[in-house]
């Protein structure tokens, strides 16, 4: 029975020890090219930072609803610059954040940026046939869930226009009463109520485009003339889409003053060198981590470096997904956050070897204390990482700007380290002990025939 036990113990070691070795093997086909999958936050890759602070006054306060529509003047205005990797994003209760990595023309975005969203109803007929087309695939696309390329803007003017944004006094979400399907109800003010019935009198059947900043948010058909002030645009809406075109409606009645609070240009040059410095400090915190692994633990300093270069791939193999995926750029808060789970990972690695080493003074054989101090070692190291985890998720949550990405670094890297200590370090040691550290003590620091730790 004890041999069948330790033959499903080894199995066990080695099956993790080939799970290791697959991740690592996938997250450095994730990674490679470095310099191509990770993606760059913009103190790395220069560019311009804003942040936008509403601003109160006594026909429009600051609310959460009113901020929904700031955002999505701001993120049309920064769609139609053309950047990639740009980034909007909520700060606290009154503030946006705005990232535009590698923008060539940070005064012209600013200007942009800082203007007032225009909401237009224009004729769909006053539009070009190609447009129409274009716009039409592009809507269709956005309701399956795609994200297509924006077709050019709509530049509507003179008699295109029915009306503006300024007349539309209130649009909510509703369900259709027919359809049961999400709607979207408007009601216009007293001179959009008669221009509105005017035209849907004489146009049934035609289309209307709600567009902003030149951007078509939707295409409805009139179906009726509407002399009321009220009408329902109804389609194969879903929840959100009908929320988003709800939103887009309300924009025009309830601007919001934005102001910047702050605006920083960092140059590209500059970028570059701080991240060959970021890269510099990482190589040195790992050398100097390494080495005295290797002078303290000789042999098992081996088991060191490989742990660490182990936990070093899968940690940017990981980054490397999340950075396709939109969800992370790298950043020199990031760059310390790399250097710290560093240090976290070396410290798994000490306190398996410690805990390895006093049980085998203890009088332990090397395979009994391998097995135990491990086990030992990786529930006291989980006790250690979820504290700092924790503390990591409040910093994501409350920070701002880049100190967010320190805390989703240090978060992604801890996971890696457990995974690493788990699945590579301590089904190697086991691997070890049973038979290579008995017959070669004294190159693993230890001495005793298997008994005694150094």
Sequence with gaps: ??????????????????????????????????????????????????????????????TSQAMDRAELIVRNRVDRLGVSEATVQRQGTNSILVQLPGIKDPQGAIKLIGSTGQLQFVKWDSIPAAQQAAWDAYLQQLDQGATPKQPPAIDATGS?????????????????????????????????????????????????????????????????????????????????????????????????SLEFSSSDVVGPTLGAASLQQGLFAAMIGLGLVALYMAVYYKGLGLLTWLSLGTFTGIFLGVLAVMSQLGTYALSLPGLAGMVLTIGLAADTSILILERFKEEVRQGKTYRSAAKSGSRHAIGTSIDADLVTFVSAIFLFIFAIGPVRGFALTLMIG????????????????????????????????MKGGGQRAA
């Excluded at 002030?229 to 075109?245: C, N, V, W, Y």
């Excluded at 996971?415 to 590579?424: E, K, P, Q």
Aim: aromatic content about 4%; overall charge neutral.
């Design 1 to 62: 029975m004890d041999g069948r036990q330790e033959m499903d113990q080894k199995q066990q070691n080695v099956l993790a020890l080939g799970l290791a070795l697959v991740l690592l093997a996938v997250a450095v086909w994730q990674f490679t090219p470095l310099s191509q999958k990770i993606r760059k936050g913009l103190d790395l890759q220069g560019g311009l930072s804003v942040i936008l602070t509403a601003k109160a006054t006594e026909k429009s306060p600051v």
């Design 160 to 256: 295109a226009v029915i009306l503006n944004g300024s007349v539309v006094s209130n649009a909510q979400v509703s369900v259709n009463t027919q359809t049961n399907q999400p709607a979207v109800e408007m009601t216009f003010d007293d001179r959009g109520t008669q221009v509105w019935g005017q035209y849907t009198t004489t146009n049934i059947g035609k289309r209307v485009a709600i567009v902003l900043d030149g951007v078509v948010q939707s295409a409805p058909q009139i179906q009726t003339a509407i002399t009321d002030g009220r009408s329902e645009i109804s389609g194969h809406f879903t929840p959100d889409q009908a929320k988003r075109l709800a939103t887009v409606l309300q924009t025009g009645a309830l601007p919001v």
């Design 414 to 445: 801890i996971v890696c380290d457990l995974t690493v200590g788990i699945l590579f370090t301590r089904s190697m040691l086991m691997l070890l002990a049973e038979s290579v550290i008995e017959k070669a003590p004294g190159v693993f620091g």
